[in-house]
């Protein structure tokens, strides 16, 4: 990240004509703003991962009411509901090893290879099953305004809570 903003500083002064690179203190005060976008954006992602949206007004950080819509596909609707029942049906299988990462990295190894399989197996069940319902019932507002039956709606997503 740090090289990307020198370099991207030496080009624009490149650009601009100037024969002398940047000096220390512009590499310094690249340095401290790409840290405090970082620090935002982490922000950010929890506060999303937390269910609250957020808007960025100078810096601050207000809280509101209405959660954030994750992805495009966190819409409502028929064809949502379709595209997201094809997914989970398809990508059920993915939870064996994700759930088998999870474990190990909470639990050890031993664990990860046995509770995880298991889990994992358990969780691609019922998300295939899910994907499959979905599938079916596409057509009606089944949980209410389409919404998804699993937390969260897509496998390849973060889970809320650990």
Known sequence: MVRRSCCIVMLAATVSGCALGPSEQDIRQVHQRVEGLGQRITRLEQLR???????????????????????????????????????NLATGWVEIPKRMQETTQHSGAAAGWTWGLMRGIGYGFIRSVGGLYELVTFPFPAPADYQPLMRPAFVFQADAAP
Do not use: M, Q, W
């Not at 509101?64 to 949502?80: D, I, N």
């Open 49 to 87: 991962h937390s269910g609250s949206s957020s808007s960025v007004a100078a810096g601050t950080f207000e809280s509101s009411a209405t959660p954030v819509e994750a992805a495009p596909l966190a819409r409502s609707g028929p064809l949502t509901k379709l595209l997201r029942g094809g997914v």
